[in-house]
Nanobody
């Protein structure tokens, strides 16, 4: 089973950029499709972006398409989320998730592993 640890969250101003990282350990990272999700206070967890094991296939939620970019470095067992043009509505706890089935990562469902989350706060 893979274990995931997110980092890179923090307090930024509207319009700023931020890059989140998610480091994996405990299993063969390249076996897993990876995704980023977020949960704002009082709301459900939402899917943001997914990348397949090879890094050549990605998919984005409409809410972040064109502003966020998911990528992975299999040599470093890490997946990234580059976030540009941040808005106050992007304020949330951001989670990475992993599953061996890419299509399961596209859903906020029973993934094989979740990180503990990292808080992103965007001030206006």
């Amino acid at each position: 089973q893979v274990q995931l640890v997110e980092s890179g969250g923090g307090l930024v101003q509207a319009g700023d950029s931020l890059r989140l990282s998610c480091s994996a350990s405990g299993d063969t990272f390249i076996s897993y499709a990876m995704g980023w999700f977020r949960q704002a206070p009082g709301k459900e967890r939402d899917f943001l972006a997914a990348v397949n094991w090879g890094g050549d296939t990605t998919y984005y939620a409409d809410s972040v398409k064109g502003r966020f970019t998911i990528s992975r470095d299999n040599a470093k067992n890490t997946v990234f989320l580059q976030m540009n043009s941040l808005k106050p509505d992007d304020t949330a706890v951001y989670y990475c998730g992993a599953d061996k089935n890419y299509f399961d990562v596209l859903r906020v469902g029973a993934l094989a592993a979740w990180g503990q989350g990292t808080l992103v706060t965007v001030s206006s």
